[in-house]
């Protein structure tokens, strides 16, 4: 079996996709341990869960900082001190200073509620409704400076059905997100997945431009 695998996870919110990888890195014979969970909200529910599976937490509020570099610093010596592999953006709600996407390059992945390249930032789900989009998704990819960009790791997509509502397509996006990120995270801590100078490698294969695909 492989060397463990320390994670440190971000959050702002509910925590859902963390509870997904907490439930995947129980799993016997996975190398993924979540040494911690960082929030910038001290309210957000996914610091309880960390909390519950016996996980260590800290907060660090981005409004005691002046300005996002600060903030950034301080960040990058918390996660260190932790001293992962892999750092796992979980709905965490705040835009990273290149120097702090820099400090990770190549250990640094995100899930984002829509198939990249369409639809960076928020309100996902509305939008591919609005856009009259027959497919819809969910993407992982590595972060670089560009926002929700980045070199794609996995794409879940599913059928926008005719009666969906921003809600009803949500609801079957997070349950996709809850499979490629963990499957993502694990491939990671496997050591075959890795961000080449070209794009995302997977057991030393450069992947397609929008990742490793899987249809429901
Ligand atoms: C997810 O939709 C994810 O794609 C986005 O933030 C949301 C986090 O949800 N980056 P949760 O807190 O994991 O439930």
Redo the contacts with the bound molecule.
Sequence with gaps: MSQTCDVVVL?S??????QALIDSARTGDSPVRIAAVISNRADAY?LQRARDAGIDTRTLDHKAFEGREAFDAALIELIDAFNPKLVV???FMRILSADFVRHYQGRLL????SLLPKYKGLHTHQRALEAGDTEHG?SVHFVTEELDGGPLVVQAVIPVELHDSPQSL?QR??AQ?HLIYPMSVRWFAEGRLSLGEQGALLDGKLLAASGHLIRT
């Design positions: 959050l919110g509910t925590g859902s996709n963390l996914g953006l979980a709905g995100n899930i984002h509620p969910c949500a996006v997070h997100e």
